[in-house]
């Protein structure tokens, strides 16, 4: 059973304008998107996603920032194995909790097997195969995906050594 609150966070009423990473940006517009078509929400909140991991790698990791801004950057969960082993014990924590993703982690972090599963719907989606969901499926996606790009920008701020909007909405959001 994941673990959220029932309405979207709505990180753009939590967050000045010129703080907000990008990822939040394209999140809102993935809600806004939903009101027309489920797949366009669900792959513009992919993309928020891949946003928010790769802004994060290239802050954490030091010397990653060439990674990331390659035209053939790894593979979002393999860029989420990497942020796993580079955060702190509480973050990684959530990351690999299986209740809240809903997945068993097996070798890898539960957030990296849940985002894996994503992201080959993405492509089958993007490279015109149907898939069929539900728009409640998605409605679900978009809120594990707010929570994850809550947890990479904490992750930041974490290890920038700044307290700034992402700890409260990271307190707000999870259920203890």
Same mark, same amino acid.
């Given at each position: 059973?994941?673990?959220?609150?029932? $309405?979207?966070?709505?990180?753009?009423? +939590?967050?000045?304008?010129?703080? @907000?990473?990008?990822?939040?940006?394209?999140?809102?517009?993935?809600?806004?998107?939903?009101? *027309?078509?489920?797949?366009? @929400?669900?792959?513009? !909140?992919?993309? /928020?996603?891949?946003?928010?991991?790769?802004? &994060?790698?290239?802050?954490?990791?030091?010397?990653? %920032? +060439?990674?990331?801004?390659?035209?053939? !950057?790894?593979?979002?969960?393999?860029?989420? $194995?990497?942020?796993?082993?580079?955060?702190?014990?509480?973050?990684?924590? %959530?990351?690999?909790?299986? /209740?809240?993703?809903? &997945? *068993?982690?097996?070798?890898?972090?539960?957030?990296?097997?849940?985002?894996? =599963?994503?992201?080959?719907?993405?492509?089958?989606?993007? +490279?015109?195969?149907?898939?069929?969901?539900?728009?409640?499926?998605?409605?679900?996606?978009?809120?594990?995906?707010?929570?994850?790009?809550?947890?990479?920008?904490?992750?930041?701020?974490? +290890? $920038?050594?700044?307290?700034?909007?992402?700890? =409260?909405?990271?307190?707000?959001?999870? !259920?203890?």
């Amino acid at each position: 059973m994941t673990r959220w609150k029932r $309405e979207s966070i709505d990180l753009s009423r +939590h967050i000045p304008e010129a703080r @907000a990473p990008f990822s939040s940006a394209l999140l809102g517009e993935a809600w806004q998107a939903l009101e *027309n078509s489920d797949r366009s @929400a669900f792959v513009i !909140a992919h993309i /928020a996603i891949e946003a928010a991991t790769k802004e &994060c790698v290239a802050s954490i990791i030091p010397g990653a %920032r +060439h990674i990331v801004d390659g035209v053939q !950057a790894p593979h979002l969960p393999n860029l989420l $194995e990497m942020l796993y082993e580079n955060i702190d014990e509480d973050l990684a924590s %959530r990351l690999g909790d299986e /209740a809240v993703w809903g &997945c *068993n982690s097996g070798e890898f972090c539960a957030a990296s097997r849940w985002v894996r =599963k994503r992201a080959n719907l993405r492509n089958k989606i993007v +490279h015109g195969h149907d898939e069929l969901f539900t728009a409640d499926e998605v409605v679900n996606w978009l809120k594990l995906y707010e929570q994850l790009i809550t947890l990479l920008w904490l992750a930041r701020e974490r +290890h $920038e050594g700044s307290s700034g909007p992402a700890q =409260k909405l990271f307190d707000d959001s999870w !259920a203890t």
